[in-house]
């Protein structure tokens, strides 16, 4: 269902971007996400596909401002007598800052905010228990981008969230944006 929403909500924006005024641009990125958690002594570092969407508004070539989602994916983790697995998303929102060495290339720097959705589950023959967390954390990227023409361009970018709960995560992305 959020799925079909939201390819609605892409859709009716490229159908709708003649009224859309120059500055604005949207975005979609693909990816590896990983998770890392230390507790107790204990040490788990697992990795999974990351995509995210995202849009925004360039308010010149050095600063703009960007709002997104991104799935990090399922990390699982299966022991001898259980199984558990962390979920996680975020909507996040973030400045940008750009160094355009040329008109074509650039490399830009994040800070932001991001609200992390972790749904945690354990399970075994005899137990069965979830946890769904929300939390807001601040969030920090570095990546670069270059641009084919003023519509399209290409991005690649590693982000880093703030730890929740012993847990690390992280997404290092490849994506492309269009330009209105």
Same mark, same amino acid.
Do not use: C
């Given at each position: 269902?959020? #799925? ?29 996400? #990983? ?22 508004? #360039? ?57 992390? *959705?972790?749904?945690? *589950? ?59």
């Amino acid at each position: 269902m959020k #799925k079909n929403i939201l390819a609605s909500l892409v859709l009716s924006a490229l159908i709708a971007s003649p009224v859309f005024a120059e500055g604005f641009y949207i975005g979609a990125d693909v990816g590896s996400s #990983k998770a890392k958690a230390d507790s107790n002594g204990y040490s788990i570092e697992k990795s999974d596909t990351a995509w995210g969407i995202h849009g925004g508004y #360039k308010f010149s070539p050095y600063l703009a401002a960007e709002l997104g989602y991104r799935s990090f994916g399922k990390f699982e983790e299966n022991y001898s007598f259980m199984k558990g697995s962390v979920e996680a998303s975020a909507v996040q929102a973030s400045v940008i800052g750009s160094y355009p060495f040329s008109e074509a290339f650039n490399i830009y720097g994040r800070l932001g905010v991001a609200s992390i *959705k972790t749904t945690s *589950k354990i399970s075994s023959d005899f137990y069965n228990a979830q946890n769904d967390q929300t939390d807001t954390k601040a969030l920090f990227g570095i990546g670069a981008q270059y641009s084919f023409n003023k519509n399209l361009s290409m991005r690649t970018e590693y982000t880093q969230y703030a730890e929740i709960e012993d847990v690390k995560l992280s997404a290092i992305t490849i994506g492309a944006n269009y330009s209105f």
